[in-house]
């Protein structure tokens, strides 16, 4: 079985990063983003009583 030339080897890692960032740029774009609001209400609500 005769080896693979480095050039292949090349063309084989620009194709799996190629669809590797499209995976992770597509899943960063399927989710919808949470809503702000929601977040800073939780946040007033929440009182913290210090006691020095």
Do not use: D, R
């Not at 084989?12 to 399927?30: A, D, K, P």
């Amino acid at each position: 079985m005769p080896q693979m030339a480095p050039l292949m080897w090349l063309n084989l890692f620009g194709f799996f990063s190629l669809i590797f960032v499209f995976f992770m740029v597509s899943n960063y774009f399927i989710k919808s983003p949470l809503k702000i609001e929601l977040k800073f209400k939780a946040l007033k609500s929440s009182q913290l009583n210090w006691k020095w």
